[in-house]
C-alpha cells in the first residue's frame, strides 16, 4: 500500500509552508504551521473539528489570507497564493467539505460549466467528462438532476469536477464526512489511484482510519498548531505503547486501584472510559484477569486513535 | 517551478465569461418560466393602462400620449426589477445557502472576476427584459422602430448600475429578509420618483433635486429620448453620472463582499 520506493525516486518537494498563522479576530484558528510535501504523497492533516484543518486548506488554495507576518513563507509549486493565487487555482482540484453542485443543472451540465472555468475546449471537456464519469463510476447518471444523486453519488461528483482539469495538486476537504464504508472505499481506491499518476494530495479527516490508509505523511493539528507529524505507522510505533486494555465500565474500572499498579502500564482517564497502555500484552491480561469480570474489558493493538487522545488529551468524535 | 507555458490559466474575458454563462446556463435552464413572464408583464400594464386609466389621463405628458410616456419608462424599470432581485435575493441565496460562490472560487476565479461577471450578468438580464418590453411596445405601435432598437442598451446599463447597487446592499445583509427594507424602502419609490408615471417636472421645487440623486431618473431620460428618438447634450451628463455610479458603487461592493468571500 505505501509505495516506498516510489517515494524515495521522486522526493521532489512541490509544497513549502513556513510558519503559516491565521487570525479570525482574537481567535488564531492556525499557529505558525510549517510543513512541506512531496510530489505525488498524500499528507493528511488530521485533527478534530476547529483544530484549524479547513482553515489551513483555504490559505492554499486562496479562500483565505493568512496574517502577514515576516517569517512567513508559501511555496506551492513554485507559486505564492498572495500573489499567485490564479496559477495555484488552476493547478488544483479542490473538493470542499460542503458539496456546492448547481441543483438547477444536471451531472453533465454541471462539469460542463466547470470546464468553462479551466477555458477547456468543448471536445476535450466532453471527453473529459465521460472520462471522469466512467472513473469514478457514475456513468448512468450522467443526465440525472442533482437532488436524485445520493450523498456518496454527489460526493464523487464533486471530486470529478475537483479533476477536471487533471491537477497535479488534488484538495481534499474531508471527502468521505457522512458516507457509508462503500463508498468510503471506492473513493480511497480512486485517490489512491490518483497517486499512482503523481498528482498530489492533501486530505484532512477526522476518521483515524482513512489517515492510516490513504497517508504517507501526516500531522496532527490541536487548537491551531501541529503537535505532531511523520508517517502514520511510525507515529503509532514511536508515540505509545503496543497494546492497550480499555473499561467502559466505570464500576469495573473502580476495582484497579491506581497505587496498585505496575509501573509499566501508564493510565488514561476520559469520562466514559479507562485505559491501561502497556508494552507488554501480558501484564494487561494479568490486570485484567484478577480485577475486571469476562466481557467488562478489552485489550487490543494500539492505533493512531490512541496516539491522537494521548497528544491531544481528548477523545476524538465526530461531534467536535 | 513550473514552465510557464504549461501554466496558461484562462485571460481575464475568458473568466469574466464563464461567470456570466454559468449565470446564463442555470437562468435558461427553465427558459419557458423564466422567458415567458418578462413579455407577458408589459403585456398586462398595457393592456390595463390602455383599457383603463388611460381613459382618465386624456392630457398629453411629456409631450406624448400617456401610454406612449409610461411606455418608454418600462423600458428600463423592469431592468431595475430583474436586476435588483438577481443582485440580492439570488446574490445572497448563491452566496450563504447553495455555497455556489465556494464552488467557483475554487477554480481560476479572482472574487473581482465573480462579483464583475455577476453584473455583468445582471445587465445582460436588463437587456433581455428590455428587449422584451420593446417587443410589446412595438407591437402595440407604441414605440417606432428601428431607433427604438437602442433602448435595451438602455436597460444594459440600467442593470448593471442597480446590480452594483444591489450588491452593496447585499454586502451588508444578514438575514435574506433584510432585502424587504431595499425593495420597499428604495426600489419601489425609485418607481414612483424617477419620471416614469409622472414627469419629475411636475414635483415640488424641494423635492426635484432628490429626484436628480436617484440613479433610474437618468435611465427613463435616456430611453425617452430613444424613444421619441429626440437627442440632447443634456443626456451626456446623464451617462456621466450612470458611469461614475457604476464605477464607484460597483468598487464599494467588491471590496466589502470580497471581505465576505476571501477572509
Known amino acids: ?320 | 517551478m513550473i514552465d510557464s507555458k504549461t501554466l496558461q490559466y484562462p485571460p481575464l474575458r475568458r473568466r469574466l465569461y464563464s461567470v456570466w454563462y454559468r449565470h446564463m446556463r442555470v437562468y435558461t435552464r427553465n427558459l419557458l418560466s423564466n422567458g415567458f413572464p418578462p413579455f407577458v408583464e408589459p403585456f398586462i400594464f398595457l393592456v390595463g393602462v390602455g383599457l383603463g386609466l388611460g381613459k382618465y389621463i386624456t392630457e398629453p405628458m411629456g409631450g406624448v400620449r400617456y401610454i406612449e410616456f409610461l411606455g418608454a419608462g418600462l423600458l428600463v424599470t423592469t431592468a431595475m426589477f430583474t436586476s435588483a432581485f438577481e443582485c440580492s435575493f439570488g446574490t445572497f441565496i448563491r452566496l450563504e445557502f447553495e455555497k455556489v460562490y465556494d464552488g467557483m472560487l475554487a477554480a481560476p476565479i479572482t472574487v473581482n472576476n465573480l462579483i464583475v461577471g455577476e453584473m455583468i450578468w445582471a445587465g445582460s438580464k436588463g437587456l433581455f427584459f428590455s428587449f422584451a418590453v420593446l417587443c410589446i411596445l412595438s407591437a402595440f405601435k407604441i414605440v417606432a422602430l428601428p431607433y427604438g432598437l437602442l433602448a435595451p442598451l438602455v436597460g444594459f446599463l440600467t442593470g448593471v448600475m442597480f446590480a452594483a447597487l444591489s450588491l452593496l446592499v447585499t454586502s451588508f445583509v444578514k438575514t435574506i429578509n433584510h432585502f424587504n427594507f431595499y425593495f420597499t424602502g428604495f426600489i419601489s419609490p425609485i418607481f414612483f420618483f424617477s419620471g416614469v408615471v409622472f414627469p419629475i417636472e411636475n414635483l415640488p421645487g424641494p423635492v426635484r433635486p432628490i429626484a436628480e440623486i436617484v440613479p433610474l431618473t437618468h435611465s427613463v431620460r435616456l430611453v425617452r429620448s430613444v424613444c421619441m428618438n429626440n437627442y440632447k447634450p443634456v443626456l451626456l451628463l446623464d451617462l456621466l453620472y450612470i458611469a461614475i455610479f457604476i464605477l464607484v458603487v460597483g468598487y464599494f461592493a467588491i471590496r466589502r463582499l470580497k471581505k465576505r468571500l476571501v477572509n
Not at chain 1, 491537477?167 to 457509508?180: A, F
Not at chain 1, 498530489?200 to 501541529?226: N, P, W
Request: charged share 25%; net charge neutral; proline share 3%.
Open chain 1, 1 to 320: 500500500m505505501f509505495c516506498t520506493e516510489v517515494v524515495v525516486q521522486m522526493a521532489k518537494t512541490v509544497i513549502n509552508v513556513a510558519n503559516m498563522s491565521k487570525s479570525f479576530g482574537k481567535i488564531q484558528a492556525v499557529r505558525g504551521l510549517s510543513f512541506s510535501v512531496e510530489s505525488g504523497s498524500c499528507f493528511g492533516f488530521l485533527g478534530p473539528n476547529g483544530a484549524g484543518k479547513t482553515t489551513a486548506m483555504k490559505i492554499i488554495y486562496g479562500k483565505c489570507t493568512r496574517d502577514k507576518n515576516p517569517g512567513s513563507r508559501m511555496d506551492i509549486y513554485g507559486y505564492d497564493p498572495v500573489t499567485n493565487e490564479l496559477a495555484i487555482k488552476y493547478l488544483s482540484g479542490v473538493v470542499q467539505q460542503e458539496n456546492n453542485l448547481d441543483d438547477e443543472l444536471n451531472v453533465i451540465q454541471n462539469l460542463m460549466i466547470y470546464s468553462g472555468f479551466y477555458n477547456m475546449p468543448v471536445k476535450d471537456a466532453k471527453e473529459r467528462i465521460e472520462y471522469l464519469l466512467d472513473f469514478l463510476e457514475l456513468s448512468e447518471k450522467a443526465k440525472s438532476k442533482i437532488k436524485d444523486l445520493s450523498g456518496g453519488m454527489k460526493r464523487r461528483l464533486v471530486i470529478a469536477r475537483a479533476l477536471l482539469n487533471s491537477p497535479r495538486l488534488l484538495i481534499l476537504d474531508e471527502p468521505t464526512t457522512g458516507l457509508d464504508p462503500q463508498v468510503r472505499h471506492l473513493i480511497w481506491d480512486k485517490i489512491r489511484q490518483l497517486q499512482k499518476k503523481e498528482t498530489t494530495v492533501l486530505l484532512t479527516t477526522h476518521y483515524m482510519e482513512e489517515a492510516f490508509q490513504l497517508c504517507d505523511r501526516l500531522i496532527i493539528m490541536h487548537k491551531g498548531e501541529k503537535i505532531m507529524e511523520g508517517r502514520p505507522e511510525n507515529l503509532v510505533k514511536e508515540n505509545i505503547e503496543p497494546y492497550v486494555l480499555e473499561v467502559r465500565d466505570a464500576e469495573s474500572a473502580t476495582q484497579i486501584h491506581p497505587e496498585k499498579l505496575s509501573n509499566r502500564i501508564r493510565a488514561d482517564h476520559a469520562p466514559d472510559v479507562m485505559r491501561y497502555y502497556c508494552s507488554e500484552i501480558d501484564l494487561l491480561k494479568d490486570l485484567a484477569a484478577t480485577h475486571l469480570k469476562a466481557g467488562n474489558y478489552l485489550i487490543r493493538q494500539t492505533n493512531l486513535e490512541d496516539v491522537f487522545l494521548k497528544a491531544t488529551g481528548r477523545q476524538l468524535n465526530d461531534r467536535q
